[in-house]
């Protein structure tokens, strides 16, 4: 296990009632996305049909406001508390909603592909979360779960609802599109730390670009189409 040593003065940080709460804004936009992902959440649930791509996007939903709220307070507000060890749930929330929002795109694919080819997405869905959640749990470095974000977004999510865009046309795949391109934006801003201040910093501004990306990618959730009444491979 790699031993990561955090400067905590250095960290913008506000005091409350006798508690520390490091980089406040970055926990404020953390639930920011909670926000938003709870309330695309009740609303998949709550809407009568659903077919079985938005029960599974739905819980992607679910698990990132789940990863947020932790990670906002662990990870971020009570790190001093928590260490680095305190991040980890909010990575592994995040790396398993990433993989439902996965297994989503390869059931509303899979009547388009061959069985060979869904089979092999379905697999490639269990043996990369499993590999680079280990790979975040040894290095304790964020850099495995940007690559299970981008695997998943772009060479899954993106490439499969592409791909039924150009079998079926589909409008909603369009908000899929710019969720995903919003996703890109958001990691360029925190691989290369582009931030504003210390108190709004490379975090709160990916935050909020990745909020906005949710709501794309609710948008696009909400109104997607079934694509052939075929059967379905299991996931």
Not at 116 to 140: K, P, V
Not at 201 to 220: K, Q
């Amino acid at each position: 296990m790699k031993e990561v040593i955090i400067d905590y003065s250095r960290l913008p940080q506000v005091h409350l009632w006798g508690l520390t709460l490091l980089e406040p804004v970055t926990v404020v936009t953390n639930l920011m996305i909670a926000a938003t992902c709870l309330y695309a959440f009740f609303t998949l649930c709550r809407m009568p049909g659903r077919h079985r791509a938005q029960h599974l996007a739905a819980y992607f939903f679910l698990f990132m406001a789940l990863a947020n709220m932790v990670g906002g307070v662990l990870g971020h507000g009570l790190l001093y508390l928590t260490g680095m060890w305190g991040r980890l749930p909010g990575w592994f929330l995040s790396m398993a909603a990433v993989a439902l929002f996965e297994r989503a795109a390869i059931w509303h694919a899979s009547p388009l592909l061959s069985p060979r080819i869904a089979s092999l997405f379905s697999w490639l869905n269990y043996i990369e979360i499993a590999l680079l959640a280990t790979l975040a749990f040894i290095t304790l470095n964020f850099f495995w779960v940007e690559v299970h974000a981008f695997y998943g977004l772009f060479v899954v999510v993106f490439s499969l609802e592409y791909f039924v865009y150009l079998k079926t046309g589909d409008p909603a795949t369009r908000n899929i599109f710019m969720g995903t391109a919003l996703a890109g934006v958001a990691s360029i801003v925190h691989m290369f730390k582009l931030g504003i201040h210390a108190w709004f910093n490379h975090n709160d501004i990916s935050h909020l670009i990745m909020a906005v990306g949710v709501w794309y990618y609710y948008r696009g959730i909400v109104a997607l189409r079934l694509t052939l009444p075929a059967t379905q491979i299991a996931v």
